[in-house]
């Protein structure tokens, strides 16, 4: 199929691998490239060479167009930053900060820049700086998430309704099933994160895509919500960290 988010990216299918720290490194991110998906390295856990060697090992992986994650949060973001633009990346994807600090820098490389946000207010902002499409990415996601806990179902077309670019849905979208409802909800594209996570291109311990795997309702919980909210499996590493919150707070 055809559409903005296609042409966007210059890939074949609107289906984005989401940037995953520890787990999406260029083995998962050019597969994806090559299966005419857009694969992304995820940068939060890298330092700076290993960011390079991951874009080098992905450019010589795939002839598609891949994505770099950038969290703004990362310490060393101007060392990030001066590694994509000397590595000619093709598309940035930034989350977790404000997306007017980089974005025009990117732009002004001839970079695409994608921003990740959590509500409609924060998808206007991204495009007020200049973003070429939004992920909205709702309570039922993987990783970090919005303080809000507004679903996929109610962000999607709310974001849909506040901005004219491109608007990509994620959380909770693992099966065409899922897509499909993304964009019927108005999405052009989904960013898929827990699934590809358990695939055999990522780089996450085979214990962690097991319970991935094996993981059904209720298995997953929003934690630290008092500090940044993150969603944890529910296992003894959850309680602890449950505890620990409940002696801060
Ligand atoms: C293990 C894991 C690590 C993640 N790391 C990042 C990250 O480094 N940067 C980011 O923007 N999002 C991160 N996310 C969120 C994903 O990019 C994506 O938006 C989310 O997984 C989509 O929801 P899903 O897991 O239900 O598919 C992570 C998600 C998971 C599961």
Not at 106 to 124: C, D, M, N, P, Q
């Amino acid at each position: 199929m055809q559409n903005r988010v296609t042409k966007l990216f210059n890939i074949d299918h609107p289906i984005i691998q989401a940037g995953m720290i520890w787990a999406s490194g260029w083995r998962l991110a050019s597969a994806v490239s090559n299966a005419g998906g857009l694969g992304i390295i995820g940068s939060g856990s890298m330092y700076p060479d290993v960011l390079r060697e991951h874009i080098q090992k992905c450019k010589a992986a795939t002839g598609r167009s891949f994505a770099v994650n950038v969290p703004l949060l990362y310490p060393d973001i101007d060392k990030h930053m001066q590694i994509i633009l000397e590595e000619k990346v093709p598309i940035v994807f930034t989350s977790a900060g404000n997306p007017g600090t980089w974005t025009s820098v990117l732009r002004e490389h001839g970079i695409t820049v994608v921003h990740v946000v959590s509500s409609s207010k924060f998808a206007v902002k991204a495009q007020q700086a200049g973003c070429d499409a939004v992920v909205a990415e709702g309570f039922e996601a993987g990783g970090h998430n919005g303080r809000e806990e507004t679903t996929t179902m109610v962000l999607v077309p709310a974001v849909c309704a506040a901005v004219d670019i491109p608007v990509l849905a994620a959380g909770g979208i693992a099966t065409g099933r899922q897509m499909l409802a993304a964009m019927v909800l108005g999405a052009e594209g989904v960013q898929v994160g827990s699934r590809f996570v358990a695939s055999v291109e990522a780089s996450s311990h085979a214990n962690f895509k097991n319970r991935v795997i094996h993981a059904g309702e209720g298995d997953t919980y929003l934690s630290l919500k008092q500090l940044t909210p993150v969603r944890l499996l529910k296992n003894e590493f959850f309680t602890q960290v449950q505890e620990a919150e409940k002696m801060c707070f």
